[in-house]
């Protein structure tokens, strides 16, 4: 392992008892096809679960609404960007050549991605309360405060807080088809909301992307519904 992927680790404070998921945890999909979105999709689950448990314990006369609005601002790519890059993962994702020449390792939704992923990996290797712990450590120099305000909110917040306000479930986000070169891939994202009976699609070069874009859309169809 390079020195590089230890001191990873060292700063993860995790040393990886089944090195193969640290590894896949820091492939990207251009690179091989033993790659990190799996480890993605369980890593978000497990931040937000983890995140909320810190959101419930630390602010605790914090209205749902409220916690809601908080945690959306601590998951949300910009925030997840800023601790990948502070751990360094610029340094250690791989990638393949033509994503590497575009830039890659430098985009948000790479190393959000690859942030999630390593949660994930660690919660397989060592189960939830490690990697409980490991969401702990990566926000203890993030200001958390209820007055984290959501200006310029992104499409799959203000959708959820709308919802939530309504006492509605919220959407339920599926990959539909993946299509183009691994190096400039466009995602095909369907967002659905089972209780209004609606249904809308988003494309995005990333999945967040086309989540993002199929949360736009259905806003645009519940506000045109609801004519506002």
């Known amino acids: 392992m390079s020195t590089l992927k ?3 680790q060292q700063r993860l404070q995790h040393e990886f008892t089944d090195p193969t998921l640290f590894e896949r945890a820091l492939t990207h999909r251009s690179f091989s096809a033993d790659h990190y979105e799996r480890l993605e999709f369980l890593g978000d689950s497990v931040l ?3 995140v ?3 959101l419930y314990r630390r602010l605790a006369d914090l209205p749902e609404g409220d916690l809601s609005r908080v945690r959306a601002n601590l998951v949300k790519q910009d925030t997840l960007h800023k601790i990948a890059v502070d751990l360094g993962l610029p340094l250690v994702i791989k990638l393949g050549e033509g994503e590497m020449r575009s830039g890659g390792q430098k ?6 991605d690859a942030l999630e992923s390593l949660i994930g990996a660690v919660y397989l290797d060592a189960g939830f309360a490690k990697a409980q712990a490991l969401v702990h450590r990566l926000y203890a120099s993030v200001d958390i405060n209820p007055q984290m305000d959501a200006i310029g909110k992104d499409p799959k917040t203000e959708l959820q807080e709308w919802l939530q306000g309504r006492k509605l479930k919220i959407p ?3 990959v539909v088809s993946v ?3 691994a190096h400039q891939q466009s995602f095909d994202v369907e967002c659905e909301i089972p209780e209004m009976h609606l249904t809308e699609r988003g494309i995005g070069g990333s999945r967040r992307a086309a989540e ?3 949360a736009a859309a259905m806003l645009q169809t519940i506000h045109s519904k609801a004519g506002l």
């Open 6 to 8: 230890l001191e990873l």
């Open 52 to 54: 909320s448990d810190l």
């Open 48 to 50: 937000n679960l983890a």
């Open 172 to 174: 339920e986000y599926r």
């Open 179 to 181: 299509l183009g070169a």
């Open 212 to 214: 993002q874009a199929s």
């Open 107 to 112: 985009r948000a939704s790479i190393l959000a």
